[in-house]
């Protein structure tokens, strides 16, 4: 299956764009600021969650426009066959609720999971190793979500548990323990799911690292640091037993958002965030590729996107066909932004092209 059809209406720079007959590699060249990277967000905002930039939806809106914008696409699994269509946005008299429409009726943005499989690289995720856990535990559930669309419903019921946990706790009362019972009990319900996938998708993904071949870039380790226990009635008690400390914080201080991914480099024996930048670069790419060669193992009909924003950028010839060989040999739909078309000369055969200059798409 494959996504095709896109729309884009006051979409940031974009009033009104479109994208029409994509192929396994998708590119957008264009000027720095010219909007290719919107583009990429648009799509990325097909999936659940907030997207490759994690942006208030009031934000997305064109400024100029009418305070709303759509995003719409279809899936086909063949040319002839009835596409299934996904769609999102914002009405300008709620700026602040999403709605999420698919094959025409009303849905939540948990359900766009069930249909695809999001992931992406950017340049500001060059400093996930440097940056907080929590950066680190959001591209960790990317993963898990890619593969396994009953993530996001995990992590949508912690973190609404969550938050009811953590305002009970810092009241001005002391609140009701029957009360935190229920929440926790819920919280330990979706916290055992997500730890469950979390632990699911490190360990299988440092496992392929560990027996894919030589490759042109840097081999990561991978290892989670629990932020809690993981089975749900251990949980439960520690989030009880935990209540007079937490209050005294005004916050939960164990549990599955306190989880941190751990990564070394393992020619080194270095963490990665003590590498190069070059060196971070390198095993992003490497857990990417692996992560994609292992949902095509699994090989669901689930279809999936893989966006690159400058990927290609910073890297040397070798390392660029090296990247470019192993995508091809995969299944997932490919969509990459540059300045200038030269460094993808060679997957032209399979490529789809469009320039992007002052929020407007033509194809190349």
Same mark, same amino acid.
């Given at each position: ?10 979409? %940031?720079?974009? %009033? ?8 396994? &590699?998708?590119?957008?060249? $264009?000027?720095? $600021? ?16 907030? @997207? ?33 269509? #996904? ?23 948990? *359900?766009?999971?069930?249909? #695809?499989?999001? &992931? ?8 996930? &190793? ?39 706790? !810092?009241?001005?009362?002391?609140? =009701? ?13 979706? $916290?055992?799911?997500?730890?469950? @996938? ?7 993904? =440092?496992? *392929?690292?560990? /027996?894919?071949?030589? +490759?042109? &870039? *840097? ?12 089975? /749900? ?5 520690? #989030? ?29 024996? /270095?963490?990665?965030?003590?590498? +190069?930048?070059?060196? /971070? ?7 990417? #590729? ?8 699994? @090989? ?11 990927v290609a950028a910073h890297l040397d010839p070798l390392r660029r066909a090296a990247l470019f060989e192993r995508l091809a040999a995969g299944r997932a739909?490919?969509?990459?932004? @540059? ?6 000369? =060679?997957?032209? !055969? =399979? ?10 798409v033509a194809e190349a």
């Amino acid at each position: 299956m494959t996504l095709d059809r896109i729309r884009l209406s006051d979409f %940031r720079n974009h %009033r009104d764009s479109a994208l029409d007959g994509t192929r396994h &590699f998708n590119l957008l060249t $264009g000027d720095n $600021g010219a909007g290719k990277t919107n583009v990429l967000e648009a799509i990325s905002l097909l999936a659940p969650g907030r @997207g490759l930039r994690r942006a208030a939806l009031a934000e997305i809106a064109a400024q100029a426009g009418s305070g709303g914008f759509t995003v719409s696409a279809e899936l086909s699994a063949t040319p002839d066959s009835e596409p299934s269509r #996904l769609g999102t946005g914002i009405a300008p008299e709620r700026p602040g609720r999403r709605i999420v429409r698919i094959n025409g009726a009303g849905a939540s943005g948990v *359900a766009l999971a069930e249909w #695809l499989g999001v &992931f992406w690289l950017t340049p500001a995720m060059d400093r996930l &190793f440097t940056d907080g856990a929590s950066a680190r535990r959001r591209f960790l559930d990317r993963l898990v979500l890619a593969l396994s669309p009953a993530h996001a419903g995990h992590a949508a019921r912690y973190e609404g548990a969550l938050r009811e946990r953590n305002r009970l706790l !810092g009241g001005p009362s002391e609140p =009701d323990s029957a009360w935190l019972d229920a929440i926790e009990a819920q919280m330990a319900d979706a $916290g055992a799911g997500l730890n469950a @996938g979390r632990a699911m998708m490190v360990a299988r993904l =440092d496992a *392929a690292l560990r /027996q894919a071949p030589p +490759s042109a &870039f *840097a081999r990561p380790e991978l290892a989670l640091a629990a932020g809690g226990p993981a089975e /749900q009635n251990a949980l439960a008690d520690a #989030l009880a037993a935990s209540r007079p400390r937490d209050r005294a914080a005004g916050r939960s201080l164990i549990g599955p958002h306190r989880d941190d991914l751990i990564v070394t480099m393992a020619a080194k024996n /270095q963490p990665a965030a003590a590498c +190069s930048t070059g060196e /971070q670069k390198a095993m992003l790419i490497a857990n990417t #590729l692996a992560h994609s060669e292992l949902a095509d193992a699994e @090989g669901k009909e689930r279809p999936r996107l893989l966006l690159l924003d400058e990927v290609a950028a910073h890297l040397d010839p070798l390392r660029r066909a090296a990247l470019f060989e192993r995508l091809a040999a995969g299944r997932a739909q490919v969509w990459m932004t @540059g300045t200038e078309p030269a460094p993808f000369a =060679d997957i032209t !055969g =399979d490529m789809a092209h469009w320039t992007v200059a002052h929020g407007r798409v033509a194809e190349a």
